[in-house]
């Protein structure tokens, strides 16, 4: 199945926005944990660091996966547009190469005669 490039750009910015989701709900719940116990208190900042880091880091992993997906899609098209091209130009040089040869086969059993005479 191919994806068009509105189905693409769905699939690369519903993850993120879900991500954003998953994000929000993660700091709310560290933020109700924070006034009420020390390791939280401690550790809050960091927390908020590593999520924010995390979050970046995924979006730019499913971003450019998506671009690679449109990216095999293309070269796919690209390769099947000059198939038939390439095809037809391998069968003339075999084609060319099958009479070479038996030229210099004739040539060679020419010569061989030749000689036994």
Known sequence: MRLNKNNLLIIGIIPIVLGL??????ISAIDILRPGGMTTAMIYYQLLAMSGAMFIGAS??????????????????????????????????????????????????????????
């Open 21 to 26: 989701i998953i994000l929000y709900n993660f």
């Open 60 to 117: 730019i992993y499913w971003g450019i996966l998506v671009y690679y997906v449109y990216l095999l899609q293309e070269n796919e098209v690209f390769i099947q547009d000059n198939f038939t091209q390439l095809a037809g130009s391998g069968t003339a040089h075999l084609q060319n190469a099958k009479t070479l040869i038996s030229k210099v086969l004739d040539e060679i059993r020419s010569t061989d005669l030749k000689s036994h005479q």
